[in-house]
């Protein structure tokens, strides 16, 4: 990430129209666009696995499909690098003026999201000529779409869940 103004922007959509809907669709757009950052498959092209793409068809192949989800898993099961992905994928082939928003517990988490998200766009020749990487943000400016990670506190959502 470079600091100062950013350069503009590549306003071309992303050479990517296939065929599949849904689950499918998403992983046909990792394996073409998202280079895995760190862990197994470094610096590779993105597979999903079984397990994600069932986690990413229970909201993307859902009818009606919601419009808030949330999954719960243990640790090290690769949930921050899958939510950067659909991040990214919701960023670039969701609707006009997307505002991704990833609400994490605490700021490191919130961080981690943001910083694969980024690594992401960066090695990714397609995504990074058309994202604008800040230290907070990604930003698509030609379609006024925004990725943007959020602390937020159980007791601030709910009263009732305080004891």
């Given at each position: ?27 046909k ?31 993307l ?21 899958l ?5 990214l ?5 969701g ?11 605490d ?18 020749e ?19 779409a ?18």
């Amino acid at each position: 990430m470079r600091a100062g103004p950013k350069a503009g922007v590549d306003g071309s959509p992303l050479p990517f129209r296939p065929r599949s809907v849904g689950a499918a669709r998403f992983s046909k757009f990792c394996e073409s666009f998202i280079v895995t950052p760190r862990g197994t498959g470094a610096l590779q092209p993105m597979k999903m696995r079984p397990r994600q793409l069932d986690l990413v068809g229970s909201v993307l192949d859902a009818n009606p499909r919601p419009r808030t989800a949330g999954w719960m898993m243990p640790r090290g099961r690769g949930q921050s690098t899958l939510v950067a992905a659909l991040g990214l994928y919701d960023l670039m082939l969701g609707e006009e003026g997307a505002s991704v928003v990833v609400a994490e517990v605490d700021e490191r988490q919130a961080g981690i999201v943001v910083r694969t998200a980024a690594r992401m766009v960066e090695l990714s020749e397609d995504l990074s000529s058309r994202v604008q990487v800040y230290k907070d943000r990604l930003a698509v400016p030609e379609r006024g779409a925004s990725f943007v990670c959020l602390r937020y506190s159980l007791y601030a959502i709910s009263p009732y869940l305080r004891k």
